[in-house]
T-cell receptor
Framework: DAGVTQSPTHLIKTRGQHVTLRCSPI?????VSWYQQVLGQGPQFIFQ???????GRGNFPDRFSARQFPNYSSELNVNALLLGDSALYLC????????????FGSGTQLSVL | DAKTTQPPSMDCAEGRAANLPCNHS???????VYWYRQIHSQGPQYIIH???NNETNEMASLIITEDRKSSTLILPHATLRDTAVYYC???????????????FGKGTLLTVNP
């Protein structure tokens, strides 16, 4: 079975632009979470969606938004990019609302110049 | 979620046991201890979790002290592929239907040397 897939793997943007990152969960998984990981730090929680509804939001500005589609795939959108948004963006999926069996993708490396 | 404290780095010889400590002195009675690891350029990988009793699976063993204020992750025979950042996370298993985020610290960089 395919794991969590994220696209693109790498992305370069300039300040002020917007970006859309995509995630496909493991087949059958209905929950998707997004995390931001800056260099040298652990991942930081951004959003969690379950059954297409937002169930959790981390301490990130409104420039960050996300959604989950009927097929449980998800998009993370970031508007008005700042240099500090440069990071590895990780998507994780699970069968239900539990941290056991939280499966992460390899992430999208975003560089903002 | 309770805060955890881990050493920033550790070394281990290949083939030897790696013992990674974690302090969580403010852990609550309904909070579990979870371990994840992150190999370079990959997403975090779940390893093991426990509440009170020691746990073992195909990857590792988890030893939790009786007072639950600390734990140790044991990799019985470390290999070079076990070189990674190991995260100890403490939280409730289910959060009542909303927001069950994982709170990662900086973790412990385990380097397995040949």
């Amino acid at each position: 079975d395919a794991g969590v897939t994220q696209s693109p793997t790498h992305l370069i943007k300039t300040r002020g632009q917007h970006v859309t990152l995509r995630c496909s969960p493991i087949s059958g998984h209905k929950s998707v979470s997004w995390y931001q990981q800056v260099l040298g730090q652990g991942p930081q929680f951004i959003f969690q969606y379950y059954e297409k509804e937002e169930r959790g939001r981390g301490n990130f500005p409104d420039r960050f938004s996300a959604r989950q589609f009927p097929n449980y795939s998800s998009e993370l959108n970031v508007n008005a990019l700042l240099l500090g948004d440069s990071a590895l963006y990780l998507c994780a999926s699970s069968l239900e609302q539990t941290v056991v069996g939280l499966f992460f993708g390899s992430g999208t490396q975003l560089s903002v110049l | 979620d309770a805060k955890t404290t881990q050493p920033p780095s550790m070394d281990c010889a290949e083939g030897r046991a790696a013992n990674l400590p974690c302090n969580h002195s403010t852990i609550s009675g309904n909070e579990y201890v979870y371990w994840y690891r992150q190999i370079h350029s990959q997403g975090p990988q779940y390893i093991i979790h426990g509440l009170k009793n020691n746990e073992t699976n195909e990857m590792a063993s988890l030893i939790i002290t009786e007072d639950r204020k600390s734990s140790t992750l044991i990799l019985p025979h470390a290999t070079l592929r076990d070189t990674a950042v190991y995260y100890c996370i403490v939280r409730v298993a289910r959060s009542g239907g909303s927001n069950y985020k994982l709170t990662f610290g900086k973790g412990t960089l385990l380097t397995v040397n040949p």
